[in-house]
């Protein structure tokens, strides 16, 4: 199904050789992107396709984690709600957030799932350093935050941080899919319906929330741009 997709064939190929870098425009349903990276997983597993990076935008829905629990869905009527089988708790995907499916073989990369997700945790890191934004990894937290010194503190004198990206993955026959959301213009009050990541306290923000005028098109070229930085050339097939 990522046949319907149109490869991002107008960005500077800024990595060099590596995985097939697919946008879809418009909206799409997450049963539609499940069914797809099922698919693509299996074909990369046998051999048949190369390693990918879909990004995407979905309609607004929630997702539960393997690790989810049921008391931080706290308006479950108000999005679909869909199991999601990757790692993490809740979340909310829908417009306005860069979901970014890595569809990568991380058995030719090493087999160190830490490793890959710290990984990910860099290349977030190092796609909002484009745009002068400092992300911050904590420990116990899953994702990337930054700092708001521009608002109150927690009543225990805790800095307040937001989150401004999620990462949650799944491994088949070591090819890794579900992957990053980075959040560009949603409308934040749609997290409201969730405990996000199972995380209080801390609330979560956007690009353009904190005063950056970036579209989705600057965030993909910056995805493009980084990727190569941190995650090297692809490794050649196994014999």
């Given at each position: 199904?990522?046949?319907?997709?149109?490869p991002?064939?107008?960005?500077?190929?800024?990595?060099?050789?590596?995985?097939?870098?697919?946008?879809?425009?418009?909206?799409?349903?997450?049963?539609?992107?499940?069914?797809?990276?099922?698919?693509?997983?299996?074909?990369?597993a046998?051999?048949?396709?190369?390693?990918?990076?879909?990004?995407?935008?979905?309609?607004?829905?929630?997702t539960?984690?393997?690790?989810?629990?049921?008391e931080?869905?706290?308006?479950?009527g108000?999005?679909?709600?869909?199991?999601?089988?990757?790692?993490?708790?809740?979340?909310y995907?829908?417009?306005?957030?860069?979901?970014?499916?890595?569809?990568?073989?991380?058995?030719?990369?090493?087999?160190?799932?830490?490793?890959?997700?710290?990984?990910?945790?860099?290349?977030?890191?190092?796609?909002?350093?484009?745009?002068?934004?400092?992300?911050?990894?904590?420990?116990?937290?899953?994702g990337?935050?930054?700092?708001?010194?521009?608002?109150?503190?927690?009543?225990?004198?805790?800095?307040?941080e937001?989150?401004?990206?999620?990462?949650?993955?799944?491994?088949?026959?070591?090819?890794?899919?579900?992957?990053?959301?980075?959040?560009?213009e949603?409308?934040?009050?749609?997290?409201?319906?969730?405990?996000?990541?199972?995380?209080?306290?801390?609330?979560?923000?956007?690009?353009?929330?904190?005063?950056?005028?970036?579209?989705?098109?600057?965030?993909?070229?910056?995805?493009?741009?980084?990727?190569?930085?941190?995650?090297?050339?692809?490794?050649?097939?196994?014999?």
């Amino acid at each position: 199904m990522l046949d319907v997709a149109t490869p991002l064939a107008a960005l500077p190929d800024f990595a060099g050789p590596g995985p097939e870098w697919i946008v879809s425009p418009g909206l799409v349903s997450y049963e539609a992107a499940l069914e797809a990276m099922e698919a693509r997983v299996a074909a990369i597993a046998a051999g048949q396709a190369p390693e990918a990076i879909w990004l995407l935008e979905h309609p607004p829905l929630y997702t539960a984690g393997t690790s989810a629990r049921r008391e931080d869905l706290t308006d479950p009527g108000r999005f679909p709600v869909h199991e999601a089988r990757r790692g993490g708790q809740y979340t909310y995907h829908g417009p306005g957030q860069r979901v970014i499916y890595v569809m990568l073989d991380v058995g030719r990369r090493g087999r160190d799932v830490r490793r890959f997700v710290e990984q990910l945790e860099a290349w977030v890191i190092a796609t909002l350093d484009e745009f002068n934004l400092t992300g911050e990894i904590r420990e116990g937290r899953v994702g990337v935050w930054v700092a708001r010194p521009d608002k109150p503190p927690l009543p225990d004198g805790t800095p307040r941080e937001d989150k401004i990206a999620a990462i949650g993955i799944r491994l088949r026959k070591w090819i890794s899919f579900h992957g990053i959301s980075i959040n560009v213009e949603p409308d934040l009050s749609h997290f409201d319906g969730i405990v996000p990541c199972g995380i209080t306290g801390h609330g979560v923000t956007s690009l353009v929330d904190l005063g950056l005028p970036v579209t989705m098109e600057d965030l993909d070229v910056a995805l493009r741009r980084t990727f190569g930085e941190v995650f090297g050339e692809a490794p050649p097939p196994a014999p």
